[in-house]
């Protein structure tokens, strides 16, 4: 019985650890610069699609190409 139980919380002590640590690493990442304007370009393509009514990957890349310039 005694076996199961530290077995047990041996467990958890090891399944716990990681998904801390993973909390506290992506708490930490910030994003670059880069990637905050992709994703606000992201953001932007959703309502730009939505009010021209289109879609694609070659619309998605032109508009994604010219977000990124300004």
Known sequence: MFKH???ALLAVA???I???SLDAATAEKKLTPQQQKMKDCGAKWQVY???H???GRAEWNKFRSECLKG
């Open 53 to 55: 009514n289109v879609k």
């Open 5 to 7: 139980v530290v077995a």
């Open 18 to 20: 990681p998904v801390a």
């Open 49 to 51: 699609k939505k009010e």
């Open 14 to 16: 090891l399944v716990s």
